[in-house]
């Protein structure tokens, strides 16, 4: 039987456990939150899903976790997720982990936390599950390996700070461009966030990559723009709705003539288990590994941290 660790069981983590319970194999899932709320609201979605070979456990202490671990999945909000880490490596040894975004919130942690994975030999991705969405799946093969590929990313208030680094991923994903430079024209100030605590960012980032790729993101303060993708190179034009589903694409070699198509964004919930099933059958995963995520992670903390002058503090509350 897998023995699986579930770390953070609010909105998102909730929606990763309904996942898990489609893994189609033997395997027990503790659960781990600190509110009995959050565990209360996981224990009701994790029913709400047949399973045959799945169990779940509920705690609030880290100590009811297994000392060995196939995998774990952290799924706490960004200001603790260092926290759990630690919590949960110098409990359990763990196989395969996967962290959700935006990872920390402080530069320091990233290096401390890749150091821990390291020590303890635990292979680690981050889950920038864009890539698995089948709109960036089929355009992959118009862009690897490409020059002068523009993503364009644009809506109102869409949650620039939370989500910014989905679409910076995309950068290595759809082009192979690993690192990239990153400029901003951000409105003065932040928005606060959904989630207390945290904050949005408005205006646009512009990220360069190595081989005069990009990616501009542009989040509008106001308004009811909905939120897009317009993708382009010298042989496609691709632009997507995502709320409704309606993409149209044009390719050189059909004389650019618009095709009207349809593509949807797949839940959460509907892709936790294929990951995590690749990560520990073949030891791979198309998601970015902790230490290919990481320059991107650093390079946006240090604009949004250059905008709220906090070089000082170090401290960007987004999640």
Same mark, same amino acid.
């Given at each position: ?19 898990? /319970?489609?893994?189609?194999? +033997? ?8 509110? %009995? @709320?959050?565990? $209360? &609201? *996981? ?12 169990? /779940?456990?509920?705690?609030? +202490? ?8 196939? %995998? @774990?999945?952290? $799924? &706490? *909000? ?33 290096? *401390? ?207």
């Amino acid at each position: 039987m897998l023995e699986i660790a579930l770390i953070g069981a609010g909105q998102l983590g909730s929606r990763h456990l309904q996942g898990l /319970a489609l893994l189609g194999r +033997r395997a027990r899932v503790t659960v781990i939150d600190p509110g %009995a @709320a959050a565990l $209360a &609201t *996981a224990r009701e979605r994790f029913a709400q899903i047949r399973q045959d070979d799945v169990e /779940a456990r509920f705690s609030q +202490r880290f100590d009811d976790l297994p000392a060995s671990l196939d %995998a @774990a999945v952290i $799924a &706490t *909000a960004a200001d603790v997720r260092r926290e759990a880490v630690e919590e949960l490596f110098s409990r359990s040894r763990v196989r395969v982990a996967l962290l959700e975004k935006v990872l920390f919130q402080r530069l320091v942690d990233y290096g *401390a936390v890749g150091k821990l994975l390291d020590e303890s030999g635990t292979r680690a991705w981050v889950n920038c599950a864009q890539r698995l969405w089948p709109f960036f799946r089929d355009l992959r093969p118009l862009t690897l390996g490409k020059s002068h590929i523009e993503i364009g990313v644009s809506g109102a208030q869409w949650g620039l700070g939370c989500n910014a680094i989905h679409n910076l991923d995309l950068l290595s994903y759809l082009t192979g461009d690993g690192r990239c430079r990153i400029e901003s024209a951000l409105n003065p100030g932040t928005v606060p966030s959904k989630r207390a605590g945290f904050v949005e960012f408005t205006g646009t980032l512009y990220a360069f990559g190595e081989r005069g790729n990009r990616v501009i993101q542009s989040a509008y303060r106001e308004g009811d723009a909905p939120f897009a993708f317009d993708v382009r190179g010298d042989e496609f034009h691709a632009v997507w709705r995502v709320g409704d589903g309606a993409l149209h694409l044009a390719r050189a070699n059909q004389g650019w003539k618009w095709q009207a198509l349809e593509s949807r964004a797949p839940f959460q919930s509907q892709l936790t288990h294929i990951v995590l099933a690749e990560m520990l059958d073949k030891g791979s995963s198309v998601l970015p590994t902790y230490a290919e995520s990481v320059p991107l992670h650093t390079a946006m903390l240090e604009t949004f941290l250059g905008h709220m002058n906090r070089h000082a503090t170090d401290l960007c509350p987004v999640t």
